[in-house]
């Protein structure tokens, strides 16, 4: 069964408003999860590190202040995009990590944002 | 950047054939994996390697790494049209579990 689950599958919302996408680790508890970001037909770019309890950290050219995250518990970590705008139309996937292990993440199935 | 590359960048096979796909990647490590992802879904964890293995099988799947030459493959045998995907290597940052993913091979099998 899934071990990391999104939320929603997909959005759409006007340009300007915020979207907030939630991860769920349903397995086990993740004191870390990732952000990733995938456009169309390319890679994943890791976005941030999402850390239980404390402020996330934020790659390299990646707005702390446009992709705000929250690490409430050890089972949800959410995105929220502000103020989006189209080029934040991307796919957007989490990911987390036993708490033992050679380092094997799980994926979530992903949120498919469009900003219109 | 410090993503890795990925070639080919796509491959189109027969059904019943071997598909095989490389990674090269820039820094030292001490595993790395390999990951599908079916169109506009996540991703599928495949296998990991350790960088003191040379060959990891895992049913039709068989990956090598050459950690001489910072690369590693993935060879799908006897393929199907299920396996129609991209496939992803990934590689640690040093000391640290974020992971930097290659460009990726998309695959198509022909039925």
């Known amino acids: 069964g899934a071990v990391v689950s999104q939320h929603p599958s997909w959005v759409i919302c006007k340009s300007g408003t915020s979207v907030k996408i939630e991860c769920r680790s349903l397995?086990?508890?993740?004191?870390?999860m990732f952000w990733y970001r995938q456009f169309p037909k390319q890679s994943l770019m890791l976005m941030a590190t999402?850390?239980?309890?404390?402020?996330?950290?934020?790659e390299q050219g990646v707005e702390k202040d446009k992709f705000l995250i929250n690490h409430a518990s050890l089972t949800l970590s959410t995105l929220t995009v502000t103020s989006a705008h189209p080029e934040d139309s991307s796919f957007y996937i989490c990911?987390?990590?036993?708490?033992?292990?050679?380092?094997?993440?799980?994926f979530g199935p992903g949120t498919r944002l469009t900003v219109t | 950047s410090q993503q890795g590359e990925e070639d080919p960048q796509a491959l189109s096979i027969q059904e019943g054939e071997n598909a095989t796909m490389n990674c090269s990647y820039k820094t030292s490590i001490n595993n790395l994996q390999w990951y599908r992802q079916n169109s506009g879904r996540g991703l599928v964890h495949l296998i990991l390697i350790r960088s003191n293995e040379r060959e990891k099988h895992s049913g039709r799947l068989r990956v090598t790494l050459d950690t001489s030459k910072k690369s590693s493959s993935l060879l799908i045998t006897a393929s199907r049209a299920a396996d129609t995907a991209s496939y992803f290597c990934?590689?640690?940052?040093?000391?640290?579990?974020?992971?930097?993913f290659g460009t990726g091979t998309r695959l198509k099998v022909l039925a």
């Open positions: 990911s987390t990590r036993p708490p033992a292990g050679d380092g094997e993440q799980y």
């Open positions: 990934a590689t640690p940052t040093s000391g640290t579990y974020k992971y930097i």
């Open positions: 397995d086990f508890q993740a004191t870390t």
């Open positions: 999402s850390n239980e309890g404390s402020k996330a950290t934020y």
